[in-house]
């Protein structure tokens, strides 16, 4: 076998591989005889009819394709060990451009490489944010919101109130009529909020609550706003909107009493004390986690900025199938189909692909290429503590949404629990990556910890507990045997 290799731009290498003409005719006697023990041949039994016979019956063509095909499968494998060629996936047959002797033309996607830059000077503070006080009253007053009776006002809306109304969208700058309209004449409500309650995510924009303030049940009105290009509601990026509004009515929100009621109907809390320290715990794993996303994925795009990653246009493709499925999926879950959210967007799908799935797709890739590199690079492992922690987390998940038993139902037990392992597997991995740039960026973050204690103090601590285990059995036996013959008795 004589080989010529060409490595290309794409990450692929384009391999020409010539055999020995004996080696074709080897393979097409191999063809023949399997041809033959699946075609019936006059006066023959399955397999046993000579090589003349069966080109008679079949054709030198179909003998040469299935031999073709069966060199192929033999012959792969020696290539790519011979040639030291690692790949992603299945090669491709390019070209047969000679058959005496054969040769064959491959074009084949190789492994992905990651060369990682400056890791060491990886710094970056690692500073969550904190929950105060005010947060923590912040929210409950939204949980009490949500709890409020709702109660019909008089006069102009006032900060704090919720104003009822039908609110009509139109681009000012817009070519046709049918255009301009972007949202029809529908019914919305808002809480007014206070300046300092205003929210970026407030739709349509941030600020149109407070501009309801003086306004009353049956005023007509108009409001303008030009929204910035990279605006999150891609109906409404980039335009000028005027929104016609028709107030319908004002309504007031009476809290309920912190009250033990109140508590009971929240969570069953005890007191107010448990209560806010609850939410407190509640709005910093909250705020933790969404800082922990940001910290961590900058932390990955700094590296990735610095890093040379080559991979092959077979791997980006399906990361963005993989993409598009996941939207698919999410819209699913929102009664929606992919068609309808792009008519929705004003967009064809084409244009969707290539404005958002590809980037999205790319970012993915190779943020994960640089995920996979420092695992390699710093023996990133997970232990089976961690692993049967996120086994936990990911069925009390399920359990908790309520969808439990119809995923289990959908893929079978085998492959639901191959589903919840892998799950687990790769979130416990993902946490073992950020603990390993979080000690690049940032080792002083982490708590310090206390020197071991002294052998001998280490006996005293464990004598002491063991005499409290043992007072508390003791003093729990009276309660044991009392339930038992309650039970007895029943």
């Known amino acids: 076998m004589k080989t010529e290799k060409t490595f290309t731009e794409d990450h692929q290498v384009r391999v020409r591989a010539e055999f020995e003409q004996e080696t074709l005719e080897g393979f097409k006697r191999k063809a023949a005889r399997k041809i033959a023990q699946k075609t019936r041949i006059p006066g023959f039994r399955p397999g046993k009819a000579p090589y003349s016979m069966v080109v008679g019956h079949v054709g030198e063509a179909a003998i040469l394709e299935e031999a073709i095909d069966l060199m192929l499968n033999d012959v792969y494998p020696q290539i ?4 030291n060629i690692e790949p992603y996936g299945p090669g491709n047959l390019e070209d047969i451009p000679s058959q005496e002797p054969p040769v064959f033309e491959f074009v084949i996607p190789l492994s992905p490489e990651t060369e990682l830059g400056d890791v060491d000077n990886l710094k970056k503070p690692y500073e969550p944010p904190v929950v105060t006080d005010n947060d923590v009253e912040e929210y409950i007053t939204q949980l009490r919101q949500n709890q409020a009776n709702i109660v019909p006002v008089e006069g102009a809306a006032k900060v704090g109130q919720l104003v009822y109304m039908t609110l009509e969208a ?4 817009a070519k046709t009529p049918e255009e301009a309209v972007i949202v029809k004449s529908a019914p919305q409500q808002t809480l007014i ?3 300092k309650e205003e929210k970026e995510s407030e739709w349509p924009y941030k600020g149109f609550a407070r501009e309801l303030v003086g306004k009353k049940a049956e ?4 409001l303008t706003h030009t929204f910035p290009a990279e605006s999150k509601d891609g109906a409404l990026a980039g335009k000028t909107v005027r929104f016609d509004i028709n107030i319908q009515s004002v309504k007031e929100l009476e809290l309920p009493e912190m009250d033990q009621e109140f508590l009971t109907s929240i969570g069953g809390f005890e007191n107010v004390e448990t209560f806010q320290q609850a939410v407190r715990q509640k709005l910093e794993n909250d705020r933790t986690s969404e800082y922990d996303d940001t910290y961590y994925l900058e932390l990955v795009d ?9 991979y092959p246009p077979q791997m980006i493709k399906e990361e963005e199938d993989d993409v598009l499925h996941r939207i698919e999926h999410d819209l699913e879950h929102r009664g929606l189909d992919l068609d309808v959210y792009l008519k929705i967007r004003k967009m064809d799908k084409e244009q969707f692909i290539e404005e958002e799935v590809k980037q999205t797709a790319k970012d993915r890739l ?7 590199a420092i695992t390699k690079k710093f023996g990133v492992k997970v232990t089976q503590e961690q692993m049967q922690a996120e086994v936990t987390g990911v069925l009390n998940s399920l359990l908790i949404s309520g969808e439990y038993e119809e995923a289990e139902k959908q893929l079978g037990k085998k492959r ?3 589903a919840i392992s892998n799950e687990a597997a790769n979130n416990a991995l993902e ?8 000690t690049l960026a940032s080792p002083e973050s982490f708590p310090v910890i206390e020197e071991v204690a002294e052998e001998e103090a280490v006996e005293e601590i464990m004598d002491a507990l063991n005499t409290e285990i043992e007072k508390e059995n003791v003093e729990s036996e009276p309660v044991e045997e009392t339930a038992s013959e309650e039970k007895a008795q029943d």
């Not at 790519?80 to 040639?83: H, M």
């Not at 139109?170 to 700058?173: I, K, L, P, R």
């Not at 946490?431 to 979080?438: D, E, G, P, S, T």
């Open 302 to 310: 700094t590296l990735r900025s610095g890093a040379t990653l080559k």
């Open 431 to 438: 946490k073992a990556i950020r603990h390993q740039l979080r």
């Open 193 to 195: 909020p206070t300046l």
């Open 219 to 222: 005023d007509q009105f108009s």
């Open 80 to 83: 790519l060990e011979q040639e």
């Open 170 to 173: 139109t681009d000012e700058n």
């Open 416 to 418: 639901f629990t191959e």
């Open 366 to 372: 190779e943020r994960s290429l640089v995920m996979d």
